[in-house]
């Protein structure tokens, strides 16, 4: 067997590892003219000829995350073990210390990816859950929301705003207090300015349109923000939403749910997720009031 790297030759044989292959090329398109990927970070296992594996790593503000993980005979134990190593040596060897890795439960195989991680030293630093909105209960939802809600808040966009930094001190002021394990690790290793910038990084690198990036506000005051985000022409994201601490629990993480879901659906997004800490009991409540479904669980795993 031969771990090595493909070319730009190889894409459609990579894609040839994914149930449905014009969606896998398409997001692995984007991600390489995005420069979140190269090449030369996607590994292949290769045995008689034959793609049996692949992982294919990225970057989001420096920070290196596994973006895919597909082994074929995932029950032969030496295909993942040696195409992990051999990957993460070679991508280590580049200057990366950490690494870092999402799981979502309902992938095939789910728990041998996990085991296989865990055996190559990476940690469970967080489990979250996966909700997932779908278009058909758009109508319903707006409607009902916006009857509660009353249009209370006025929201303006990251363009109109016009300053970064005004926006990430927005991000610093809305996690304050977080139920978000892994936003408080980040805050207790960076501090909470540097954190809030390293969000802004990171979500930027996903997809930054700055017509979608908004503010609440009520009289002027600010009240929260919400990072609606395009993964693909039909799949989205709410990857960011928060209330300052002296306003929460008055319902304003509802108008932001709102505002994030319109913006998607108007742009022919038909499925949004979000993903959250599992014991954020109050977004969980609210998702389920907007239209969300659980879909599945998610781990984040780390190797330090």
Known sequence: MIIRNIDSTEIDLLAKLAANQVSFKDMYLSWLNDGITKLEWCFIAEDNNEFVGRIIYGVFDDELEILDINIQHINN???GHELLY?????????????????????????????????NQGFVITQKK?????????YQCTMQHNTEVGGGRLSFRSLRELGSYECYIDAIRQVTVGTLDKDDIECIKEYGD???????F?????????NDWWKLAYSHDEFIGLVIPQRFNDTVGAINYIGVVPEKRGNGYVNDLLVEGVRILSENNIKKVIADIDEENYPLENALYKNGFKLDCSMLVLKLN
Do not use: T
């Open 77 to 79: 134990d030496d295909i």
């Open 86 to 118: 051999e990957s993460l040596k070679k991508m280590r060897s580049k200057g990366f210390a950490k690494v870092g890795c999402n799981l979502y439960s309902d992938k095939d195989n789910f728990q041998k990816y996990v085991e296989m991680l865990i």
């Open 129 to 137: 859950k996966s909700f997932v909105w779908e278009r058909s209960s």
């Open 193 to 199: 300015e540097q954190a809030a910038a390293k969000y």
């Open 201 to 209: 990084n990171q979500l930027k690198d996903i997809d930054f349109n």
